[in-house]
């Protein structure tokens, strides 16, 4: 638009000094300013596509932070943040949730018998198994090694055991034949359940999972220890 309007000025009947003055510096300042201005208006726009990039990789180095690399669940850290969240919703509802701990039985054997591979492969399918066997609004997780968890919101005590214990049935039940190796892999898993309490911290109710969980262990394993029966 501005340049149309010194073109039309220009063609005016105006003396030729003001017309020299115009061609000679007012136009091409003012070309030069738009060119600056296109070049400034890229930058802008290149900036904030970067920024935009920035934010999506940081997004995913946080989440990636909290998965699991092996098993691609929630690790330690993302199984923090989802119970923090369980707890701010059961305290917000007046409701209660179940935790299951559970540890794979005598797991260095298996990375000394087959390898760590082998072991790796074990890891994920007991992933599977508890994908399998819990519902859309529960929550699994890797807590490092071989130990899982369970969250189980809006359910009973014994529900909570019974699916505890459906896992473990299924995880004992089945043998896996590993290849170049006669006799088959077979997996057995110790696990403790707690139900949460109003008004603990997270680390209560981990601790009573936990102490379930190791009088599972020392009760003979392949087993399922609650809280009450402590």
Do not use: W
């Amino acid at each position: 638009v501005i340049n149309k309007e010194v073109n039309f000025i220009v063609q005016q009947d105006l003396p030729i000094e003001i017309i020299n003055r115009l061609e000679s510096v007012v136009i091409p300042t003012l070309q030069s300013f738009f060119t600056d201005t296109d070049k400034l208006q890229n930058s802008l726009t290149e900036s904030v596509t970067e920024v935009q990039q920035l934010k999506n990789e940081l997004k995913q180095a946080h989440e990636l932070a909290k998965t699991d690399e092996l098993t691609n669940i929630p690790n330690r850290r993302g199984f923090n943040q989802i119970m923090e969240q369980v707890i701010a919703k059961a305290l917000h509802q007046q409701t209660s949730f179940a935790l299951i701990i559970l540890d794979l039985d005598f797991f260095k054997t298996v990375n000394d018998t087959y390898g760590h591979l082998i072991g790796d492969s074990t890891l994920r399918y007991v992933e599977r198994i508890l994908a399998t066997e819990t519902k859309g609004r529960d929550y699994i997780a890797r807590l490092g090694g071989e130990e899982f968890a369970v969250l189980l919101p809006d359910i009973d005590y014994s529900s909570a055991l019974k699916v505890a214990n459906n896992i473990r049935l299924k995880i004992s039940s089945k043998t896996l034949q590993v290849k170049n190796y006669a006799n088959p892999l077979k997996l057995t898993v110790s696990g403790g359940v707690a139900m949460y309490q109003m008004n603990e911290d997270m680390e209560q109710i981990i601790q009573r999972a936990d102490k379930a969980l190791y009088h599972a262990k020392n009760h003979g394993r392949n087993r399922i220890c609650g809280e009450e029966s402590l």
